[in-house]
Every structure is written in structure tokens, then in C-alpha cells.
């Protein structure tokens, strides 16, 4: 089964201060896709990002980046410069496996709070 | 991107009344929706899998009969929650997979509803 893994269950920074999220991930899966949604507080869910497991290559857009070791299953964000609007839980997840519909599994979230 | 839309956004009922809420992908088709509850400084959990056309497709310990799935057509996935009780009170969001369908496919998800059991 598939599993992802959010060890960071709060994290607090300061305005302009670059913060990382971790997430691990077990699968089975031969190929997979990795995503990371934010969730205001408004609660809706914003897509960030989907990652093929084929594709190793960092991704950067803007002030996000994300990093990508398939080695030892980790897809960790970092924001640099962060600002208060980036204050949201993120969640990082992976679909399921085998046939059928592709739910989501996600980890716990992390709740970053960037303070001004 | 799409844009899945949910209604109510909140809702307030009395105990033992049946809520539904509805789900609709409004620039696209979606043969397949996913129910997910949230409780309070947790994470999503899938209830269910709507499916056009056929029978959802229900978790374990999610209850069939009190969460009704009704997917009417490929825009409109509803879920009726039956003899709601206090219990029951959370943030229920929807979500579809872009046109494919497939693994990889980007799942776009409703605002949500708060559902509040009085």
C-alpha cells in the first residue's frame, strides 16, 4: 500500500526566512507520480506540483523548488523568501496503485506559519 | 486549469436531518469523483469513489447507507449524508482527475463543505 510520510507537523518561520517541507514515500510502484497541494485557510486544495518518478530533475517556479531523490524516496519543497501569504497546511501525496481509479493518499500535512 | 465546484460551502443542520452536497466539474468531464472527509488538523481521507453510471465504490468503515453517492451524470457527483449526527460534523471535499483519468493525472478538488451537526 502506498504511504507518504509528513514528519513535520508544525513549522514556524519568520517573513523572508526559506523553510523546507520533508516528505517520504513507500510505494511499490515501478513508475509513480508524486504531487504537493496547499491548503489555505480557507481550506480549499491549490495544486503545486506533480512529479513523474521517471524525471529526477529539480524543479524550481519562482520562489518554490522541489527536490526529488528517488534514492532514498524523499519529494521535499523549499520556499525561499517566504512570505505571510505562504502560511497553509501542505500536503505532499501519491496516487494509488494498480488498476482502477487513482485516489490520493496523503500525508499528514504540515502547517507552516510564516510570521511577519 | 479545471475548476471543480462544491455547494454548499457550509452548512448548519439539527441532528437526525440528511444534508447534500453537491460536487460539479464545470469545464470538463469527470467519469470518476473522489469523496474525501477532513476532521479538524488532519489529513484527507478517501470515503469514497463516485463512479458515472455505477455503484460508488466505499472505504473501509465508511458506511454505505448513510453516505449516499449519487453520480448523475459526468459533471455531477452528489453525497447525501443521511441522519446526520454530531459525529458527522467535518470538511467533505471532492475531487476529479483531469481529462485522462489516469495515475498521473492531476486530481483538481472542490472549495469544500463544513458541515456542522448540531
Known amino acids: 500500500a502506498q504511504k507518504v510520510t509528513q514528519a513535520q507537523t508544525e513549522i514556524s518561520v519568520v517573513e523572508k526566512e526559506d523553510v523546507t517541507l520533508d516528505c517520504v514515500y513507500e510505494?511499490?510502484?515501478?513508475?509513480?507520480?508524486l504531487f504537493w497541494y496547499k491548503q489555505p485557510p480557507s481550506g480549499e486544495l491549490v495544486f503545486l506540483i506533480r512529479?513523474?518518478?521517471?524525471?529526477?530533475q529539480n524543479e524550481i517556479s519562482g520562489r518554490y523548488s522541489w527536490n526529488f531523490q528517488k534514492s532514498t524516496s524523499s519529494f521535499n519543497f523549499t520556499i525561499t523568501a517566504s512570505q505571510v501569504v505562504d502560511s497553509a497546511v501542505y500536503f505532499c501525496?501519491?496516487?494509488?496503485?494498480?488498476?482502477?481509479?487513482?485516489?490520493?493518499?496523503f500525508g499528514k500535512g504540515t502547517k507552516l506559519s510564516v510570521i511577519p | 486549469g479545471a475548476v471543480v465546484s462544491q455547494h454548499p460551502s457550509r452548512v448548519i443542520c439539527k441532528s437526525g436531518t440528511s444534508v447534500k452536497i453537491e460536487c460539479r466539474s464545470l469545464?470538463?468531464?469527470?467519469?470518476?469523483m473522489f469523496w474525501y472527509r477532513q476532521f479538524p488538523k488532519q489529513s484527507l481521507m478517501l470515503m469514497a469513489t463516485?463512479?458515472?453510471?455505477?455503484?460508488?465504490?466505499?472505504e473501509q468503515g465508511v458506511e454505505k447507507d448513510k453516505f449516499l453517492i449519487n453520480h448523475a451524470s459526468l459533471t455531477l457527483s452528489t453525497l447525501t449524508v443521511t441522519s446526520a449526527h454530531p459525529e458527522d460534523s467535518s470538511f467533505y471535499i471532492c475531487?476529479?482527475?483531469?481529462?485522462?483519468?489516469?495515475?498521473?493525472?492531476?486530481?483538481?478538488f472542490g472549495p469544500g463543505t463544513r458541515l456542522l451537526v448540531l
Open positions: 510505494t511499490r510502484d515501478t513508475t509513480y507520480y
Open positions: 463516485s463512479n458515472e453510471g455505477s455503484k460508488a465504490t466505499y
Open positions: 475531487s476529479a482527475p483531469g481529462t485522462s483519468g489516469g495515475r498521473g493525472e492531476t486530481q483538481y
Open positions: 501525496a501519491l496516487p494509488s496503485s494498480g488498476a482502477g481509479s487513482y485516489q490520493l493518499t
Open positions: 512529479r513523474n518518478s521517471f524525471d529526477e
Open positions: 469545464d470538463f468531464q469527470a467519469t470518476t
